[in-house]
Nanobody
Framework: QVQLVEYGGGSVQPGGSLRLSCAAS????????MSWHRQAPGKGRELVAN????????NYADSVKGRFTLSRDNVKNTLYVQMTSLKPEDTAVYSC???????WGQGTQVTVSS
């Protein structure tokens, strides 16, 4: 049974940092492309970053490039996104997915506010 569970969200001041985790079970994340998305209130879902299965190359949305870093721990079967220099516009529910499938986690809230 495929399951994705995100954690690590919370409230942080502008300029702060957070690391989100996405623990996967029922499959091996290194065998699939994985992605983080976010959805802010009143807005559509946005692809934040993804990592390919082969070679593990990463891609980022322009809005987070240089501030977010995606990585994975194949032993823990967990996907991470390290978020730095957070801005109020980064406020959203962040979800991970096995890319190009309907497997999604429940999401974790990130709020950036002073």
């Amino acid at each position: 049974q495929v399951q994705l569970v995100e954690y690590g969200g919370g409230s942080v001041q502008p300029g702060g940092s957070l690391r989100l985790s996405c623990a996967a079970s029922g499959f091996t994340i290194s065998s699939y492309s994985m992605s983080w998305h976010r959805q802010a209130p009143g807005k559509g879902r946005e692809l934040v970053a993804n990592i390919t299965s082969s070679g593990g190359s990463t891609n980022y949305a322009d809005s987070v490039k240089g501030r977010f870093t995606l990585s994975r721990d194949n032993v823990k079967n967990t996907l991470y996104v390290q978020m730095t220099s957070l801005k109020p516009e980064d406020t959203a529910v962040y979800s991970c997915s096995r890319q190009f499938t309907n497997y999604w986690g429940q999401g974790t809230q990130v709020t950036v506010s002073s």
